[in-house]
């Protein structure tokens, strides 16, 4: 292997210019619900990336011909301001922010239940405010926060971290020296309760035997990156006291309610126990109420159908209507299992 | 906000029906703004910047200086510009790419008030003044600041200063809020000279700190710092950006409605009254910092 090693990137004890061994990530920081104007937000900085990420719907995708008539469109738009990278950068997309664009929301598409929302848009903004080797994997990791706090639901939050090849070690969450004078570079995201991969870039050199130690090595990544989205979700909700910000779901008993969007291996699997008779169709119908109208919660009170499910699905919810209510307008119904959802997909 | 919003009518209505008694939706004054939050060089990838909360408005602003050509009538002047992106996060009405008319007022009458205020001296931005400064020429009445190298900056070219503002969630008064970051921004810029070989960095100092203050006409009523649903329902609107003195550096009136001489007179005096205790504000914030 051919080294461009001007810059010592590795010292004789095995660890890099920052003091990580190999296997570390930069510190990260997540906040979510930063914007009072989007349905959901987060901002994340992780080393010396900082970046925000805001998602506004579902809504009715505009213009029409982009509606797919049996499910939602995630539309992620990556962006870097003019002050986020060492010499300007002009502003608006070029070909490398397009790509970018493109592969993070095919990522999203794979975790959203975008089958419950019809022709509607998910729009994912993704503004890098500070560039520092890894954005692209901040985003997604931002990104999937940013859904759940807009009440999304999702098979998993993305979790995504780059591995690469430094000189002649495999190491984790590459900064941007390393980046610059590495040999690899091997973006990757998991749903981390299956881990199924869906991101995968990879450029530069690597044997066979070095993809799969990068690979461990960004799984392992991930699933702490998901903690700390997890622990950041959990942390909005405990220290926000009277839940005035919280446009989708203001006064709803915050913790479980929000939790069983993304973190139902768990806790979440009681809740959903009840409604096993729920099929795709109720589903479908369900989805399509929340997207037409922010009176979903009671649209659904109206229907017989979700209404019996909703009694059986869960006591808790049947004993107060109000929080039927929040989730209905906050886009995600309760009265659908997320498991059912996934086993009709697959 | 861009011309796709739309206000409920009942809002409207209520909005107006307040206004004609003087109070405003939020409660607050007439002369009041909203809270004022601004951080200061939170950005490493910028030479100066700032995050600005106006209320929930929120905006980064980030300054950046490069070499770059002076305009050919001005071969020895600094560069100055401002662009704002007003970009689609900021607001569920706003859609994705084409340069919004707003977003270009906005950053035109920002780039006024920091032009016009000559708080920056664009005659002492040309490189070759950065190269002087070795000779013990003073730039902004300092001293010289140590060698300076002759760097592969070629002869003739000035600094470029690329004040970019990045509106991210959108509540209101776009106009006070990016030219209070801007300003901020400025206040904590570097010259990075030593990037370019030109010597030691220096402070970009700023000569006075413009303040700009945006009023909106609704019914007879006029308010200070308009939040998102009264910039919907305003008729008129006008900025008015002052310098240390009192005195009027740049104006812009807006919107379809229309302002008489008597309020201008009136918006004028309260902006004179109010800008010293903004600037107080800015500058607490930013030596805090």
């Known amino acids: 292997m051919q080294k461009k090693d001007s810059v010592i990137l590795m010292d004789e004890n095995g660890k890099r210019r920052d003091g990580r061994a190999p296997g570390d990530l930069r510190p990260i920081h997540i906040e979510a619900n930063v914007l009072s104007n989007a349905s959901g937000s987060c901002y994340l900085e992780w080393g010396g990336n900082k970046l925000l990420v805001a998602v506004h719907g579902p809504r009715e995708a505009q213009p029409r011909h982009l509606q797919d008539q049996t499910k939602a469109i995630i539309q992620c738009r990556y962006n870097m301001a003019a002050f986020s990278v060492g010499e300007r950068k002009r502003p608006g997309p070029d070909r490398r922010s397009t790509e970018i664009s493109k592969v993070l929301s095919e990522a999203l598409d794979a975790a959203v239940f975008t089958q419950r929302f019809p022709r509607a848009t998910i729009d994912v903004y993704i503004e890098v405010l500070e560039a520092s080797a890894g954005t692209r994997c901040a985003g997604l990791t931002a990104a999937s926060v940013a859904l759940a706090d807009a009440g999304i639901p999702m098979r998993d939050m993305v979790a995504a971290v780059a591995a690469g090849k430094v000189g002649d070690t495999v190491v984790l969450d590459l900064d941007k020296e390393e980046d610059n004078h590495g040999t690899a570079d091997l973006p990757m995201a998991i749903l981390p309760r299956t881990g199924e991969i869906v991101l995968l870039q990879m450029d530069g050199h690597l044997t066979a035997d070095e993809l799969d130690r990068a690979q461990t090595m960004a799984i392992e990544g991930c699933l702490e990156i998901n903690r700390q989205q997890v622990e950041a979700l959990k942390k909005c909700y405990q220290s926000d006291d009277n839940g005035a910000d919280n446009a989708g779901y203001a006064d709803s008993d915050g913790g479980d309610a929000d939790t069983a969007g993304y973190d139902d291996s768990d806790d979440g699997a009681t809740d959903n126990a009840g409604s096993d008779d729920s099929d795709g169709g109720d589903a479908d119908n369900a989805g399509s109420a929340d997207v037409d109208a922010d009176n979903a919660g009671s649209d659904d009170s109206d229907d017989d159908d979700a209404d019996n499910n909703e009694h059986e699905a869960d006591e808790k919810i049947d004993d107060d209507p109000q929080v039927t209510e929040t989730f209905g307008s906050g886009g995600l119904d309760p009265n659908v299992s997320l498991f059912d959802e996934k086993e009709g997909d697959e | ?289």
């Open chain 2, 1 to 289: 906000m861009s011309r796709k919003s739309v206000i409920s009518t009942i809002k409207r209505d209520h909005l107006l029906a307040l206004a004609a008694q003087g109070k405003r939706i939020d409660g607050r004054d007439g002369d009041q703004f909203r809270d004022l939050d601004i951080q200061f060089g939170l950005i490493g990838s910028a030479d100066g910047s700032s995050r600005l909360k106006l209320g929930d408005t929120q905006v980064y602003c980030g300054v950046k200086l490069e070499p770059g050509t002076p305009y050919p009538d001005q071969p020895s002047q600094g560069v100055l510009t401002t662009s704002v992106e007003l970009v689609a996060m900021a607001h569920p009405d706003l859609g994705y790419g084409s340069p919004r008319e707003e977003a270009i007022e906005v950053a035109r009458v920002v780039d006024r008030g920091i032009r016009e205020s000559q708080c920056l001296d664009l005659s002492l931005l040309s490189i070759s003044s950065e190269k002087n400064n070795s000779d013990g020429k003073a730039i902004d009445g300092k001293a010289s600041e140590g060698d300076v190298s002759e760097g592969g900056v070629p002869e003739g070219l000035v600094w470029t200063i690329y004040i970019d503002l990045h509106v991210v969630n959108h509540a209101g008064n776009l106009f006070d809020a990016c030219s209070l970051a801007a300003v901020s921004a400025l206040m904590c810029t570097t010259v990075p000279n030593e990037k370019y070989g030109l010597g030691k960095d220096r402070p970009l100092a700023l000569s006075c700190t413009p303040i700009s203050n945006t009023f909106v006409k609704m019914g007879t009523s006029l308010f200070l710092d308009p939040g998102p649903d009264e910039g919907l329902v305003a008729d008129a609107r006008l900025t008015v950006t002052l310098d240390d003195a009192g005195d009027i550096r740049a104006m812009q009136k807006g919107l379809r409605g229309t302002i008489l001489g008597s309020e201008v007179k009136k918006l004028i005096n309260t902006a004179q009254e109010l800008a010293p205790k903004t600037r107080m504000l800015l500058l607490e914030q930013f030596q805090r910092t």
